[in-house]
């Protein structure tokens, strides 16, 4: 048997991922390689649940019956799409109680930690995080692990959704001349937190992401896509969108 840190064993790995060809099983992958992967899908997994708890209060906090449904969706499908890479990690060998009940300090995005006070916080926090996340997922579902890759392209229809309903109600309270100023507020308290979530540009670890197709952009080119969308919709809105160079 040739060990899985061996020279063969990576360039056998290297010939599928240049191929385009998915790996599916861990005795296709090295050491490295799966230190990445799983680095990469816990953050994930972690920001999916707590992406979920962000939401639940506002379950009861929703303006209206219909906005209490949607929360109570967005809560489900997070929760799911964090079970759904959970269960992936566990195939990889990962304790996930021990990652989800005494490891979550370790893993969580700063972003996360930040209180959602009212519901224009709430929603401009859906508006850009959402939309950031999906610019990630993206990468993921183009990724070269196979069971992640599918199960993103399934999250990212979803997430679409999520990032709809943000785009409503931040529009919505534009609008609204006794709104407008708490969701620009709003958009200069959480745009340098969200912009903080891509990472700097041109790191080793990025680089390497991309060597094994685990990610497809560097941090700065995702950044980029994501500002180059929401800026135009912010101004349609009548909203002051916040310098791409505002980093937290």
């Known amino acids: 048997m040739v060990p899985k840190g061996s020279t063969a064993t990576e360039n056998t790995m290297m010939d599928k991922i240049q191929a385009g060809i998915k790996l599916e099983s861990a005795d296709e992958i090295t050491d490295e390689y799966k230190e990445h992967l799983l680095t990469l899908m816990i953050a994930q997994a972690d920001s999916e649940l707590a992406g979920a708890y962000g939401y639940v209060p506002w379950i009861e906090g929703a303006p209206t019956i219909a906005e209490k449904l949607a929360m109570a969706n967005i809560v489900k499908d997070e929760c799911r799409h964090a079970k759904a890479i959970y269960d992936l990690l566990a195939k990889l060998g990962i304790n996930v109680n021990k990652l989800v009940f005494e490891d979550k300090m370790k893993n969580r995005m700063k972003v996360f930690y930040e209180p959602i006070r009212t519901w224009a916080d709430l929603v401009m926090f859906n508006f850009l995080m959402d939309r950031a996340a999906g610019h990630q997922l993206h990468d993921a579902a183009e990724c070269s692990w196979g069971p992640w890759s599918r199960i993103m392209t399934e999250i990212e229809k979803e997430e679409l959704m999520h990032v709809k309903h943000g785009e409503t109600w931040v529009s919505k309270l534009a609008k609204d001349p006794e709104q407008k100023a708490n969701i620009q507020k709003a958009l200069d308290f959480w745009f340098p937190k969200v912009n903080k979530v891509f990472g ?39 909203l002051k969108a916040p310098d791409i160079n505002v980093v937290e």
């Open 200 to 238: 700097k540009g041109g790191t080793q670890s990025n680089q390497r992401y991309r060597h094994f197709k685990l990610k497809q952009r560097d941090n700065q080119e995702v950044r980029v896509s994501w500002y180059d969308e929401i800026k135009p919709l912010l101004e349609s809105y009548g």
